[in-house]
């Protein structure tokens, strides 16, 4: 089983200008509206109290913990959005292609979801800015051929002048709770099936039993890919708001393995952050960036 989650703020909240916000509310202070030029002198903050109501002021700490009294037209309202993916298959292999291959199906849904249910938030009518963060497994992520697939992102959604991206890893095993946690909630979901398969026979899948992927598929979605109150729960801090589970098998849906051939990326295990747009990829080493010429597509 693969989890992936794609987070986005939410457009139609960031842009208001008024509208009560809770203490607790993580807001960015003199921002700029969805789309509008960066305002750099922006900062992160989060609502501490409302320090006048009939004026429409809020207290905020940033991080640093200073407090500023703000009116609340100049607080962007950081509500995030959390979709959970997960891919379950009957194929051991766990290499890139299978990454590849559920990456490009999980990115096809969202762009439809987040049309039907967020029109604000892809205007466009595809990503445009996207953010991805893995850790730095090297049999499915941080590899030649992963980055080659991952920079053609673009070329699939307008080209470099429409998108840009961000492909980021981290320590293994570091900064992965969320994802852990989402796929430990959904690991012992399919225990408790399991067990409770013993005494009688399971409403959730049609053999009444857990015996294949097509029953652990099932038993998934029953319990949270359809509307059973389990979308507003919380994964750690982030809130789930809708879940989605794919699934793969010989028969259908199956991962292609073509034989392949590139030119090494030099130095591949030193550099932490690639970056794709404008005709150029990018890498990043303790911090410092170096441009490079565009990565073969």
Not at 2 to 18: C, D, M, P, T, Y
Not at 45 to 68: I, P, R
Not at 169 to 187: E, L, Q, T
Request: charged share 20%; glycine share 8%.
């Amino acid at each position: 089983m693969f989890v992936l989650i794609a987070s986005w703020l939410e457009a139609a909240e960031w842009n208001k200008e008024s509208g009560a916000l809770s203490v607790g509310t993580e807001v960015t202070v003199y921002c700029e509206k969805s789309g509008k030029k960066l305002n750099s002198n922006s900062f992160w903050a989060t609502v501490t109290k409302v320090s006048d109501t009939e004026n429409d002021l809020y207290e905020v700490n940033d991080e640093h913990g200073v407090s500023h009294n703000i009116h609340r037209a100049y607080l962007w309202h950081r509500k995030r959005c959390s979709i959970a993916a997960g891919h379950v298959t009957d194929n051991n292999v766990q290499d890139r292609h299978a990454m590849q291959h559920f990456t490009t199906n999980e990115l096809v849904y969202l762009e439809g979801y987040m049309k039907e249910h967020f029109p604000e938030d892809i205007s466009l009518g595809h990503i445009a800015r996207l953010h991805q963060h893995s850790d730095s497994t090297g049999e499915h992520f941080k590899n030649t051929g992963a980055i080659n697939d991952y920079t053609t992102l673009i070329d699939k959604r307008g080209g470099p002048s429409k998108t840009a991206s961000v492909y980021s890893f981290g320590a293994p095993g570091h900064g992965k709770r969320p994802y852990d946690g989402i796929g430990g909630r959904w690991k012992r979901k399919i225990d408790q099936c399991t067990s409770s398969a013993e005494t009688g026979l399971l409403e959730c899948t049609a053999s009444g039993f857990i015996q294949d992927v097509d029953d652990v598929h099932h038993a998934l979605d029953y319990y949270f890919g359809r509307s059973t109150g389990k979308d507003d729960q919380l994964a750690g801090k982030n809130p789930i708001h809708h879940y989605r589970v794919f699934k793969y098998t010989a028969n259908n849906n199956t991962v292609d393995r073509p034989e392949e051939t590139f030119s090494t990326l030099q130095g591949i295990s030193s550099h932490y952050q690639f970056l794709v747009g404008n005709m150029v990829w990018c890498t990043c080493t303790n911090g410092h960036v170096n441009i490079c010429l565009a990565w073969p597509s």
